[in-house]
């Protein structure tokens, strides 16, 4: 039982460039979502989804795109990165179909814009 | 909703001492609130946590006492080891709008 897999673990990005952070989860958890983490700041809500198909957005959405066609997956895409982007990042998921509670997390992309 | 302050940033104490980190919340409406830890290099793992109904919550070492007409709620950790190290994140949950606090690194010294 792996939990929440999150790859890469690490990125180096170029000012412009698109990627995708990848999350994955095995236990049939409906709630998913990521957030980014930035020193002084705790841990900040992007995107989240209730379930396949079905996406919303979170505290700092801009410049991130997200889609659900499976339960088990929730990739995150950074359309043109920037500096701002700079983060760590975490994908989580809960038993609780609204979230809020019973979240498992990854183990987190670490990325870098220059 | 607000976010969450959290108190102290940084947090040092001498291994078997006691460590509490304090949490304020605004919105009176909120009714669950999860204490996180994170080690290096992991993720956030949930380690205790209370519902607005109950005002105090023990696992062993540690425990979370909540105080709903001040709107805060504390984690307590006795007999502090070396392994709880780590940084610890409050958050307060309305619904499904989950809002964490700053953090607290905290070094336990042997």
């Known amino acids: 039982n792996a939990g929440v897999t999150q790859t890469p673990k690490f990125q180096v990005l170029k000012t412009g460039q698109s990627m995708t952070l990848q999350c994955a989860q095995d236990?049939?958890?409906?709630?998913m979502s990521w957030y980014r983490q930035d020193p002084g700041m705790g841990l900040r809500l992007i995107h989240y989804s209730v379930g396949a198909g079905i996406t919303d957005q979170g505290e700092v959405p801009n410049g991130y795109n997200v889609s659900r066609s499976t339960t088990e997956d929730f990739p995150l895409r950074l359309l043109s990165a920037a500096p701002s982007q700079t983060s760590v990042y975490f994908c989580?998921?809960?038993?609780?179909?609204?979230?809020?509670?019973?979240?498992?997390f990854g183990s987190g992309t670490r990325l870098t814009v220059v | 909703g607000e976010n969450v302050e959290q108190h102290p940033s940084t947090l040092s104490v001498q291994e078997g001492d006691s460590a509490v980190i304090k949490c304020t919340y605004s919105d009176s409406a909120s009714n669950y609130f999860p204490w996180y830890k994170q080690e290096l290099g992991k993720g956030p793992q949930l380690i205790i946590d209370?519902?607005?109904?109950?005002g105090e919550k023990k696992d062993q070492r540690i425990a979370v006492t909540l105080n709903k007409t001040a709107k805060h709620f504390s984690l307590h950790i006795t007999e502090t080891q070396p392994e709880d190290s780590a940084v610890y994140f409050c958050?307060?949950?309305?619904?499904?709008?989950?809002?964490f606090g700053a953090g607290t690194r905290l070094t336990v010294k042997p």
């Open positions: 958050a307060d949950v309305k619904g499904n709008d989950m809002r």
């Open positions: 236990m049939n958890h409906e709630y």
């Open positions: 209370i519902r607005s109904n109950v």
């Open positions: 989580a998921s809960s038993y609780y179909r609204t979230g809020g509670e019973g979240y498992t």
